[in-house]
């Protein structure tokens, strides 16, 4: 089969590779109609995050036909049409039994590894890394999944991949990322980073009972459509941001405010700058937290910081002075999909959430590279990439392998 592997740091390309196969008797194959890159993604691109290895297939958001299953899978039937969340549950540990999917104690093959860095293991996850598993990516035609009757959610008909993809994680980020503001009628809330996760972190928050919601970035055509879903865009390099939120909460700052952006997020000035340094050794800082810093001053006394943006590893210069003494609360964590599909689904049967509005193109497998290039720079008003691993590409676009430049 096809499918999009990591080449090396800021290197993808397109392989053929061995069709996948069931493993263990829980195990079922998903022939993938419909996958997407994400931010996420881009940490690995730019090998931020350790333990990436040549040949490892990416992607952690798609859907598909079940093609086949093994022997103990009972649920999960062949033919079923399903999407996959990208924390893998076991089903039955403790944190699964609690609804704490993405820190599932069993599905990670290697968390001795990530013990070492986190003192505990999260979840095992698709195409991201040895560090949750080294599992094949969705990336790909076709994908073997674990734990099926666990994890695979069978999409009723009627309902298009387009609609119900961002199930597999970004809609369910951006929904955890409002929920974790623990919104009250009317509160006025911040997201830093109108990617697709903050977008959607905007759409929950609406529809979680915010009066008002101010969306931070630095791409006018990301603001437009922050605008677009309601928000009061604010473009950091033409207003302080500290000030420009306080001058529209009467002083106050907003009850909360997210960091929808992690670990690559762009700071001014100084610090900013000292960070990119710091990361490009790998060693000395892997995370870039500038967004996280603003997101602690700015949010108003006793308010709450919610992060959904991905961190890997450590980061310099957090506040905690400011953290402390204003009395804040934060919440984080990888998503627990698991729990808020059923939720989010029954959003979109009625209409409440159309999550393709995101969608901004739409590509071949074989595009791939060409679509992590756009992502990664911003260029073409790149939003969200839906790709097709079984459509033929269009001419122009299939690079093969993509040589991603600059951004760092
Ligand atoms: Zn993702
Ligand atoms: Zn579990």
């Known amino acids: 089969m096809k499918a999009l592997v990591w080449q090396g740091v800021n290197r993808v390309g397109v392989e053929t590779v061995p069709d996948p196969t069931i493993l263990q008797p829980t195990d079922a194959i998903v022939r993938i109609t419909s996958t997407a890159i994400c931010g996420s993604d881009l940490h690995l691109l730019d090998g931020y995050i350790p333990t990436m290895v040549h040949g490892d297939i990416l992607g952690h958001e798609f859907m598909g036909e079940v093609v086949e299953v093994g022997r103990e899978v009972r649920k999960v039937k062949v033919g079923d049409r399903v999407i996959v969340p990208f924390p893998i549950a076991c089903g039955h540990c403790w944190f699964c039994q609690h609804d704490l999917t993405s820190l599932c104690d069993n599905s990670n093959a290697n968390a001795k590894l990530a013990e070492k860095m986190f003192g505990y293991a999260p979840s ?96 006018p055509y990301r603001l437009a459509k922050a605008a677009a879903l309601g928000a009061d865009p604010l473009n950091y390099e033409q207003e302080e941001v500290l000030e420009a939120l306080k ?65 890997g590893g450590f980061g310099d210069k957090i506040p905690l002075g400011a953290f402390m003494n204003k009395a804040l609360t934060m919440r984080t964590g990888q998503t627990h999909v698991h729990r808020f599909v059923p939720r989010l689904l029954e959003h979109i049967v009625k209409g409440e959430i159309d999550p393709t509005v995101i969608i901004s193109h739409r590509l071949s497998l074989d595009e791939a590279p060409h679509g992590y290039h756009i992502f990664k720079h911003k260029e073409d008003h790149c939003v969200k990439c839906v790709l097709d691993p079984w459509a033929a590409p269009r001419q122009g676009n299939a690079s093969g392998t993509s040589k991603a430049m600059g951004a760092d």
């Open 247 to 311: 001058l529209r909460t009467g002083g106050r700052g907003p009850d909360s405010v997210v960091d929808a952006v992690g670990m690559e997020s762009h700071g001014l000035g100084l610090g900013g700058l000292a960070d990119a340094v710091k990361q490009t050794t790998r060693v000395l800082e892997s995370d870039r937290p500038h967004a996280l810093r603003s997101a602690i001053i700015s949010v108003r006394k006793g308010g709450t910081v919610s992060v959904p943006g991905v961190f």
């Open 124 to 219: 095992g996850i698709y195409g991201y890394s040895h560090l949750t598993g080294g599992y094949a990516g969705g990336q790909a035609q076709f994908a073997r999944t674990l734990y099926a009757d666990d994890n695979l959610f069978k999409i009723p008909g009627g309902l298009t991949d387009d609609q119900v993809l961002f199930l597999t994680d970004i809609l369910p980020t951006g929904y955890m990322g409002a929920l974790n503001c623990d919104i009250q009628a009317g509160d006025t809330v911040a997201v830093y980073g109108c990617g697709p996760v903050g977008l959607f972190t905007i759409m929950s928050a609406f529809l979680l009972g915010a009066g008002r919601v101010i969306a931070i970035d630095r791409f």
